[in-house]
Structure formats: C-alpha cells, structure tokens
C-alpha cells in the first residue's frame, strides 16, 4: 500500500513569512495529488489539488509543486497571515482511487 | 444543501456496547467514507463505498461494520466497543475517487 510521509510535522513561521510542508509518497501510480487544512476542531477542508500531468498549480497565496521523479510534492504558503494557522494534511491517491493521508503538519503564525 | 451531516456529536459509551453512527449526504456523490482521527494524529479509513450496496475495507475495518443501500445514507456500526475506539469519527463524500472529498463534522466518542 502506499506509504505517506510529512515532513516537518511542527513548523512556526513569523506572520508575512513564506512556509513549505513536503510530502513524499511510495506508490508510482499515484496521480492526484490534494492538501487539507484542518483548524482546531474543526473538519478538514481541501484547500489546493494537482494531478500528474500539471507541475505547478497556485491560487492566490496557496500553490502546490510536483516532482513525480522523486515522488513528492509541497505545499508552499507566502505572505503567512494569522488565520493560516492549522494541521495541514497530504492525501496522495493511486491506483485504489483512495486517499492515504499523511500524519500532518502543525503550522503556527507567530504575529 | 446541507453537505454532510453527522449524528449524534458526541456520545459516551460503556466497554462492550454497540452503537451506530449516521452519515448523510445531499450531493448525489457515489463515493463515501468513514475515518477515525485519534489526537494528534493524521486520518485513517475505516471503510469505504463507491455506491448503494458496495463496500470495501480500509486501513483500520476492525471491530466495525457499513452498510450502503442508499446514495445518501453510510452508517458505521460499531459492535462490542474497547478503549481503543475511542477517536473523532469523520465522514466524507466525493464525486469519485479522486476528486475533492467533502467531510462532515465529526462525531466525537469516548469509550469507557
């Protein structure tokens, strides 16, 4: 099965600061490839999805990057604002047209 | 549309009751699903649908039990609750597989 790994699991960025949360992947035939936000009890929510045959997609602050090759891709944050503050989770999906998430990664806006 | 709701919010069990969890969804999805998310932790599929009258296992099947004989309803069942089910049940729907997965609330459920 498909082994999802999140990379760094706690990260703390000053407020306006770009972060970047990795996600790297084991099945080669995963293809699409989605981040979810989760606030503090809240449910998760998709925030930005990529499939295989797109490198790069961005909306707004929020862009996504894919490197099929080496089986992972990021989630890049710019101009940081408070609200941006949540667990964000990877959820690659392959051939069993299921999602496998990742352990997440806790983000923090220090203002 | 209501997306999908979840009953009940949260409930306390004793060790070895039984319970049912409900899930609905308004959107006409033929994909749903059911996670638990422990503190802390990342979401595991207990089960999953692709439309009425089919599913499938996921990561962590034991010790509950699905149903599917309508688009919109996906109820998990447990039976004989344990200490280790106590978890955030989330339910979810999509289109198909690989698309946008629309979760609902969650049902909190401490076993004691």
């Known amino acids: 099965g498909e082994n999802v790994e999140q990379h760094p699991s706690t990260l703390s960025v000053q407020e306006g600061d770009s972060a970047v949360i990795k996600c790297t992947y084991s099945d080669s035939a995963s293809n699409y490839f989605p981040w979810y936000k989760q606030e503090l009890g809240k449910r998760p929510q998709l925030i930005i999805d990529?499939?295989?045959?797109?490198g790069e997609k961005k909306d707004q602050r929020i862009a996504v990057t894919l490197n099929k090759t080496a089986k992972h891709f990021s989630l890049h944050i710019t101009e940081t604002q408070p609200e941006d503050s949540a667990v964000y989770f990877c959820?690659?999906?392959?051939?069993?047209?299921?999602?496998?998430f990742g352990q997440g990664t806790r983000l923090t806006i220090n203002p | 549309n209501a997306g999908v709701t979840q009953t009940p919010k949260f409930r306390i069990l004793k060790i070895g009751q039984s319970m049912t969890l409900q899930c609905t969804q308004d959107?006409?999805?033929?994909?749903m699903y059911w996670y638990r998310q422990d503190p802390g932790m990342g979401l595991k599929l207990i089960y999953y649908?692709?439309?009425?009258?089919?599913?499938d296992k996921g990561e962590v099947p034991n010790g509950y039990n699905v149903s599917r004989s309508t688009t919109e309803d996906f109820p998990l069942r447990l039976e004989l609750a344990a200490p280790s089910q106590t978890s955030v049940y989330f339910c979810?729907?999509?289109?198909?597989?690989?698309?946008?997965?629309?979760f609902g609330p969650g049902t909190r459920l401490l076993v004691l």
């Open positions: 990529i499939r295989s045959n797109v």
């Open positions: 959107m006409n999805h033929n994909y």
């Open positions: 649908s692709v439309g009425a009258g089919i599913t």
């Open positions: 959820a690659p999906a392959g051939g069993a047209q299921k999602l496998v």
């Open positions: 979810a729907s999509s289109v198909q597989g690989k698309e946008t997965q629309y």
